[in-house]
Structure formats: C-alpha cells, structure tokens
Nanobody, 126 residues
Framework: QVQLVESGGELVQAGGSLRLSCAAS????????MGWFRQAPGKEREFVAA????????YYADSVKGRFTVSRDNAKNTGYLQMNSLKPEDTAVYFC???????????????????WGQGTQVTVSS
C-alpha cells in the first residue's frame, strides 16, 4: 500500500523560508512525477509544483516561480519543496501527491495523481 507522509509545515513570518518533505513508502517511484498542491480555507486545491522522478524536469505555478524549488531524492523515495520569500497568501495546507502507473503527464491537475498525503499546514504571518 502506497503512503505519502508530508512534514515540515509550521508558522513562519513573511519573508521566511520552509522546507517541506514528502516521504513515500510502499512503492519505489521511477516514472511519473511527484506533485505539490495547496489548499487555503474556502478555496480549491491548486497546483504548486511538480518534478518527474526521472530526469530534472520541473513544473511551477506562476505564483511560486522563482521563490519555490521542488526536488527529489530517488534513493530515499522522498520529495522536497523549498519555499523562500514566503508571503501571507502562501498560507494553506500543502499536499504532496504521486502519479500512478498510468502516467498522463498532466501534472498540473489533481486528477493526474493516484496517491496523496494527508497534508501539512503552512501559515505565513504578516
């Protein structure tokens, strides 16, 4: 059974940095991608970033481009989201997700992912 467990979310001041981790277990990922999404209260879940498990191809939402960096460590089956220059509007629950064996390549969309973590809260104070 595949499990994704996020960690690293906390309260931080605007302008600060956080690093989120997503540890995957139950399957070794070598194809497809790991994605990061976030959901603020009263809003839909939105795409943040994604990285393919093979190669160094990354994808970012315009709102985080230049501030966030997505990476992964295949040996540890773990993905990371480094978040710098945080803003109050980055406040949300952050979820990591992984594609299943049928990889659509549409990493910007929630439906492309088969596995989801439980989420970690990131709060940015002004």
């Amino acid at each position: 059974q595949v499990q994704l467990v996020e960690s690293g979310g906390e309260l931080v001041q605007a302008g600060g940095s956080l690093r989120l981790s997503c540890a995957a277990s139950g399957r070794t990922f070598s194809s497809g991608a790991m994605g990061w999404f976030r959901q603020a209260p009263g809003k839909e879940r939105e795409f943040v970033a994604a990285i393919r498990w093979s190669g160094d191809i990354t994808y970012y939402a315009d709102s985080v481009k230049g501030r966030f960096t997505v990476s992964r460590d295949n040996a540890k089956n773990t993905g990371y989201l480094q978040m710098n220059s945080l803003k109050p509007e980055d406040t949300a629950v952050y979820f990591c997700a992984a594609t299943g064996r049928g990889d659509s390549g549409s990493y910007y969309y929630t439906w492309a992912y088969a596995y989801w973590g439980q989420g970690t809260q990131v709060t940015v104070s002004s």
